[in-house]
């Protein structure tokens, strides 16, 4: 095939069709977080060893040398946030969410404390800029508590962030938009929230990372997005370079550097596939999905913000299963009101009606620490400081949250839901302070919702174990299956190193999720699946078979599971679901699942099975 054959005579904005097939041929492997097919050079944006620096005391005639390059990184990663600025709309709520967040990031960048802070470590202590910049970051997470700045004092993460993009400018791997008019397919060692500020979604093809893992942030952004993404790809730096003609395979977890010809030509055609595909299964997306024995499965999505509901919708969205409400406080440099908050509620709840719309209430902690009370150095946040924990911990933001749902509630169909539940005491408190708020706007004379649901997450052990106690407290149940495995296998779910353990059909999972949903249901309680088990072909007979009411899930799902739903028969997956038990081991049960679910699914699995390259 000649050079000119393979050029098609239209492409769209993002696709990049390679004119040469350079380099040696490499697979590599990782976990795809978001489907779809990305062809394209590659560029890499943030690489493994930028953040190690080397401690070396530089000679005194060299302090203002190192001064000076200090100063050109500083106005050069300023001069990349006012860019990333002018990109966004100031009228669309989710780009101003992001302008803030890059206010609070040049603010930090021009916060003379913090720059005379590495300076000094220059001028006094004879340390090159990277040191002196390390240090300086050690000092603020030591004792950024006691430090007079405002913002060395609350923005310790984003201090962080910002001393990081400063030394990989001193060290050439700043992350940065890729160059040159030509969409690119990104590599990066991480992302941040701040790395991905910097990039233009329009001139991205694909996303592939080292870190991650199938429920990681970047995935959220990538799918977000509608952009193909791989996480957990060891060696991309070794294998990849700048330039190189890549294939990403977001289906299979399949990353191709520089592919044979006839390879190339092979996953066009399954691009192609891919899309006429999606188109096809969104045609009947908009009807309510039932199985083939009757049986109703409302579909919800999972969204991060009141922007999401028209995707949400146009995707066949029966309602808001989870609405992470803590993503209304991560890209703000102070707490939102309760006005605020009023507001994006409320919006959410008028578009989505007359469908339910559940707001998860704050679940800061951990990887979601929010700006005003980033305070707390825990050794192992994960099992701290987080949820409905921090609420009850700080219930003046807790209690400015319940109202702003409450009355939002009055525009819509509202439900209030807690997160990170590991005990009866605890959702008796959440339960007091939200009658005590009632009954505060009561008195205040305020219109709320009376007719707010309240229930809770079971994502914890503990939670599962005394879920009918639970059950006779709330009016319905949300397995949160991403905390729940993480929880009960021990597992980082974000970490590659173990993120093979991290499996939804292991027997102890299974177990746990059946007893949830028996016992809610001896309650007359309702039970909804909100992880990401929701979405997998694989785990939904299971989840029919257990009598799961609603499914939540990323609403680019929806359409994929409200059409395997159609093709599925819930007392056939009952009577699997005795042979399930019986098995011992996570492999032994996807066998099984697999040999029902692709006599069930044989068109959808066909396809994607004939997506999979076999001599990659």
């Known amino acids: 095939m000649s050079r000119q054959e393979k050029k098609p005579q239209k492409t769209a904005p993002n696709e990049a069709v390679p004119e040469a097939l350079p380099g040696r041929r490499i697979v590599l492997n990782g976990v795809a977080v978001s489907?779809?097919?990305?062809?394209?050079p590659s560029r890499f944006i943030n690489r493994r060893g930028s953040a190690m620096v080397v401690r070396q005391k530089i000679r005194r005639e060299t302090v203002k040398k190192e001064l000076a390059r200090l100063e050109q990184a500083v106005s050069r990663l300023e001069a990349e946030f006012n860019a990333a600025k002018t990109r966004l709309s100031p009228m669309a709520d989710e780009q101003r969410a992001q302008g803030e967040l890059l206010d609070v990031y040049l603010m930090i960048c021009r916060d003379p404390k913090l720059l005379n802070t590495v300076r000094a470590n220059i001028s006094e202590h004879n340390m090159g800029a990277e040191w002196a910049l390390e240090k300086t970051a050690q000092d603020v997470r030591r004792s950024f508590a006691n430090i007079d700045s405002l913002y060395l004092r609350e923005?310790?993460?984003?201090?962080q962030t910002v001393i990081g993009r400063v030394t990989g400018y001193l060290q050439g791997n700043a992350v940065s938009a890729p160059g040159g008019d030509e969409p690119k397919i990104i590599f990066a060692h991480d992302l941040t929230p701040a790395d991905t500020l910097a990039l233009e979604p329009s001139r991205i093809i694909a996303l592939v990372t080292e870190m991650g893992g199938q429920t990681s942030?970047?995935?959220?952004l990538a799918r977000s997005m509608h952009i193909p993404c791989v996480v957990g790809c060891i060696d991309l730096e070794e294998c990849v370079q700048d330039g190189d003609l890549v294939i990403v395979d977001g289906i299979n977890g399949v990353i191709v550097v520089n592919p044979h010809e006839t390879e190339l030509a092979a996953y066009i055609n399954r691009r192609q596939e891919f899309r006429l595909y999606e188109k096809r299964i969104r045609v009947n997306s908009a009807y309510p999905a039932e199985t083939e024995d009757g049986v109703p499965v409302p579909v919800y999505g999972n969204v991060e913000n009141g922007q999401e509901t028209a995707l949400l919708k146009a995707l066949g969205g029966e309602g808001i299963g989870l609405f992470r409400t803590e993503f209304g406080y991560l890209s703000r440099r102070d707490l939102p009101t309760e006005e605020e908050q009023f507001e994006e509620y409320k919006a959410a709840i008028q578009a989505m009606s007359p469908h339910m719309v559940v707001m998860r209430t704050l679940d800061s902690g951990a990887d979601k620490m929010i700006g005003q009370r980033r305070v707390l150095e825990e050794a192992n946040p994960a099992l701290g400081m987080r949820a409905i924990r921090?609420?009850?911990r700080h219930q003046d933001i807790f209690r400015r949250q319940l109202r702003a749902i409450l009355r939002a509630g009055v525009y819509g169909n509202a439900a209030v839901m807690f997160p990170m539940?590991?005990?009866?005491?605890e959702l008796r408190q959440a339960k007091s302070i939200l009658s005590e708020v009632r009954q505060e706007l009561d008195n205040e004379g305020i219109s709320y919702s009376r007719n707010v649901l309240v229930g809770t997450m079971i994502e914890l052990p503990a939670a599962v174990m005394i879920s009918r106690a639970l059950a006779r407290e709330v009016d319905f149940f949300s397995i949160g299956t991403n905390d729940l495995i993480q929880y009960s296998l021990g597992v980082d779910r974000c970490n590659k190193y173990?993120?093979?353990l991290f499996k939804p059909l292991h027997p102890a999972i299974l177990r746990a999720i059946k007893y949830t949903v028996d016992m809610a249901h001896a309650e007359g309680?309702?039970?909804?699946?909100?992880?990401?088990?929701?979405?997998?072909?694989?785990?939904?007979?299971?989840?029919?078979?257990?009598?799961?009411?609603?499914l939540s899930m990323t609403p680019q799902h929806i359409p994929f599971v409200k059409n395997l739903i159609r093709r599925s028969n819930v007392e056939e997956f009952r009577l699997l679901l005795k042979s399930i038990f019986s098995q011992g081991t996570p492999e032994d049960i996807l066998r099984l699942v697999s040999q029902n679910v692709y006599a069930r699914f044989k068109d959808e699995l066909a396809f994607f099975a004939s997506m999979t390259d076999n001599n990659a």
Request: with cysteine; charged share 10%.
């Open 35 to 40: 489907s779809g097919i990305g062809i394209g």
């Open 155 to 159: 923005r310790s993460v984003d201090i």
């Open 217 to 220: 942030h970047t995935g959220i």
């Open 390 to 392: 921090y609420c009850l």
């Open 421 to 425: 539940i590991s005990g009866l005491d």
């Open 498 to 500: 173990v993120s093979y």
């Open 525 to 550: 309680i309702t039970v909804c699946v909100c992880g990401e088990m929701a979405a997998d072909p694989y785990c939904l007979p299971v989840l029919l078979g257990m009598g799961v009411d609603a």
